[in-house]
């Protein structure tokens, strides 16, 4: 008997009475109740509830948006950059391989941010995604502007095109993105700016 009345005692809330004589009880998880958490307004007993709030997690990388970041994003850029440097020539045309090797600079640097952004789920992964997509099709656009008429084919215009819309509706409209990157917390950084500010400045160039 006198042991399951001592078990009674250690399983009841210890009461305090704080310096404005409010009643305050511990419980053996830690937690803290004042009088108002125990009693409502008409002096009922009532009972308080409380939960950790739990961070929403997602799931690791996977399906599509993988397949965006490790084969759009990150082969893409990668193959793209090594091709410029590899196919650069000195002479006339000398000046739009630089500028070629220049877009693919910042295609690839725009690339990693993306990547990187994704995995720890920065607020402007879906902004810099975008961007690599637009920045893929202006780039493959103006390249068959510039470059002779017998030198671009309908294929040169169509797959890049086709690539663009694809993966930038998948961006808005998946929900693994949604999952993965919530609309309420999207916004666009300062390096987002610069980034695109840099983009910009090389296509005019």
Known sequence: MENKQNEQTDMMPEENITQSGVAEMETSEGATLTLNDLVDEDGEATQTVYEEEEETECGPLR?????????GVGLGSIVSFISTITEFESGPLAEFYLMDVMTSAVYL???????????KRWPDAVFLG??????????????????????????????????????????????????????????????DWVLLGITVVTFLT
Request: hydrophobic letters at 60%.
């Open 63 to 71: 399906g599509w948006l993988l397949l965006f970041l490790i084969v």
């Open 109 to 119: 640097t725009i690339g990693i941010f993306t990547i990187i952004a994704f995995v």
């Open 130 to 191: 975008k961007l690599f997509i637009v920045t893929n099709l202006v780039s493959n656009l103006g390249l068959a502007l510039i470059l002779p008429s017998s030198e671009v084919d309908a294929a040169m215009v169509i797959k890049p095109v086709i690539w663009s819309v694809v993966w930038f509706s998948f961006l808005c409209s998946s929900s693994q993105v949604e999952e993965r990157i919530p609309t309420e917390i999207r916004k666009i950084m300062v390096r």
